[in-house]
């Protein structure tokens, strides 16, 4: 069990009842016409992604919020942390719906994964995070490789900042990849 990062699929976005997301998505699309801008739709036609993104998130976040803290304002850092579902759009500021889920309580918080991406590469920098080093693409990848030692393995061949706090490390590689993974394949990603 817990918490996991997971992409959604078009079905799934468009299917109403607790196992979809329809009721947000028309909510999203009523905002979002109410900013003037387009509806977000996933195309029902196109072929999904193969497999799906779902990584596990599990060790501890002090690290990493401290880490946020001594690098993004307060404005980033609620863009980065504080949203429940995550779109593969540009957004100016994140949207606020009036919809509770599993995982958000009272209201769905929705933010654009272009912003998400720009902030965890910034972070990803400044701790000089081996992304190509880290697999990608694969379920539980990021989570694995940090957490069954090929993170710490990794160290001697690529030392820097990253090592320091792997815990810390682990959230940046799971918010970029997933911010890489809904823009790629134009999807949405929420927790389960």
């Known amino acids: 069990m817990g918490v996991y990062l997971v992409s959604v699929t078009a079905q799934d976005w468009s299917q ?6 329809g009721e947000v998505a028309a909510a999203l699309n009523t ?3 109410r900013r003037g801008l387009p ?3 996933l195309p029902q036609t196109t072929q999904e992604a193969p497999g799906w993104f779902e990584e596990k998130v599990s060790p501890p976040m002090d690290g990493f919020v401290a880490l946020c803290r001594a690098q993004l304002t307060d404005a980033e850092l609620s863009t980065l942390l504080d949203w429940s579902v995550l779109i593969p759009l540009a957004l100016e500021e994140q949207i606020v719906l009036p919809l509770g889920t599993a995982y958000s309580g009272d209201e769905t918080v929705v ?3 272009p912003q998400v991406l720009a902030l965890a590469e910034r972070l990803a920098g ?3 995070l081996p992304v190509d080093a880290m697999p990608a693409g694969e379920n539980l990848a990021v989570s694995l490789w940090f957490l069954e030692g090929g993170a710490e393995r990794t160290v001697p061949a ?8 792997l815990d810390a490390a682990f959230y940046v590689a799971l918010y970029l990849r997933a911010a890489q993974y809904s823009l790629r394949h134009g999807c949405p990603m929420t927790y389960s």
């Open 111 to 113: 933010a654009g994964a």
């Open 39 to 41: 509806p977000y739709e």
């Open 16 to 21: 109403d009842g607790e196992d979809g997301y």
């Open 31 to 33: 905002e979002l016409e």
């Open 158 to 165: 690529r030392p820097g900042p990253w090592a320091e706090d």
């Open 126 to 128: 400044s701790v000089e």
